[in-house]
């Protein structure tokens, strides 16, 4: 007899004997149905996660460095040693602007929250964003309709504004936003573009639900003080370390800090954000195993036991089939087969469970449950059954087929 043919025969006779005891059998699957549902929903949430946070981080740019007060990456005690830093300025944008060789573009960035109105429409905690003329391309924004802000109009300050989509479409519904003047606060301002679609952030920001003004006139609407953001786009993203460590030199010099001092400024890229969520992702992953495992561990040893139970309940027949010439191998595949077969079947119901889910977790974020995910799930629900019903079909195999028949 082939392999082959004792595989097929096996499987016969394992849902034969799944079906003749339906409900232990499915008892028995919780603890791996709890553990597959488990493992699918962890992959699901933190591939979403990924999908949503790189799409985010994309806008940021991988080639832009931040100049800063503060690290974006720091522990309590350095930004307690840090927050006495002196404000970064606009003199020193254009300072760096006029220095660093290795930039394409060089902008400025602050922001705040505003209320803004048009008639009798009136949207809160809008983002206000305080920009220069090259802030577009440092940001990689694009305009759906109008212009950017012009270096006249940060250098005079003008009342000019540039709608995020959310708030074109909520006021302006059917155009005609170029040209009309909406309400900032106290402030009126004439809206001269519309920037393209940009979505939420994976936190849930919207992006959209922004209006950007000059740098300048927010300086005299909202703070003479405001804390700025110098944002340097560098010609070659394969340079970006040198053109750090020329922004440091150049920022050092500009600021007056002694050699001996350290940096009163922190110069900001994506790579830390992209770190810092590598770690949550990790963490999360490792708890996710690890619940699984334990899930997996429990739903195995309750596998063993049946199985256990199964080949005492079947010892005759092992007896007879043995007697008439079943091999040892032919009895140990065929209470693998059983094993793997019961765990197979939780492992679809865990998938039958997981995949309706799967869709909730995508109205806050990406997600989607890919076949890879799907193919390690079963793959994972058949390894447990086979290592957990090792022993017992270990043990029916051995059976000396005469004590087997003896049996009552």
């Not at 560098?234 to 001092?261: F, H, W, Y």
């Not at 039958?352 to 799967?358: C, E, G, R």
């Amino acid at each position: 007899m082939t392999l082959v043919v004792e595989i097929r025969e096996s499987v016969v006779i394992a849902w034969t004997a799944l079906k003749a005891n339906k409900l232990r059998a499915g008892l028995t699957t919780l603890g791996i149905v709890i553990g597959i549902v488990t493992v699918t929903l962890m992959g699901t949430a933190i591939a979403g996660l990924n999908t949503a946070f790189n799409k985010s981080i994309a806008g940021i740019g991988a080639d832009v460095l931040f100049i800063e007060r503060f690290s974006w990456m720091t522990g309590e005690q350095e930004w307690l040693a840090s927050r006495n830093r002196r404000e970064i300025t606009l003199q020193n944008a254009r300072d760096v602007e006029r220095s660093a060789t290795m930039a394409g573009a060089v902008s400025v960035e602050t922001q705040g929250n505003g209320t803004v109105s048009y008639e009798k429409k009136k949207a809160r905690g809008v983002w206000v964003v305080g920009n220069s003329e090259q802030s577009a391309l440092v940001r990689g924004l694009g305009l759906t309709s109008g212009r950017w802000l012009s270096a006249s109009d940060v250098a005079g300050g003008r009342p000019v504004c540039v709608l995020g989509a959310y708030l074109a479409e909520r006021f302006f519904p059917y155009g005609g936003a170029l040209g009309s003047r909406v309400k900032l606060n106290e402030g009126v301002f004439e809206v001269v573009g519309v920037i393209d679609k940009q979505g939420q952030f994976f936190t849930g920001f919207n992006f959209d639900n922004q209006i950007v003004i000059p740098i300048t006139r927010f300086t005299s609407d909202f703070t003479r003080w405001p804390d700025l953001t110098i944002q340097v786009k560098v010609r070659d993203v394969s340079q970006m370390g040198e053109a750090k460590e020329e922004l440091r030199g150049i920022m050092r010099k500009l600021r007056r800090v002694p050699p001996e001092k350290s940096d009163d400024f922190a110069i900001n890229q994506q790579d830390a954000l992209l770190e810092f969520f590598n770690k949550i992702g990790g963490t999360m992953a490792i708890v996710g195993l690890f619940i699984t495992g334990l899930s997996l561990f429990v739903g195995g040893i309750g596998i063993m036991n049946i199985m256990f139970v199964s080949v005492a309940e079947r010892t005759k027949e092992i007896g007879v089939r043995k007697a008439i010439g079943a091999k040892r191998r032919t009895i140990l595949i065929q209470f693998l087969v059983e094993a793997a077969s019961i765990t197979l079947f939780a492992g679809l119901l865990g998938l039958a469970i997981s995949w309706p889910l799967t869709f909730v977790i995508d109205r806050f974020l990406a997600a989607s449950m890919p076949w890879w995910l799907v193919g390690i799930a079963l793959l994972v629900s058949i390894a447990t059954g086979i290592v957990s019903g090792f022993l017992p079909a270990w043990r029916a195999a051995r059976m000396d087929p005469v004590e087997a028949l003896r049996a009552d």
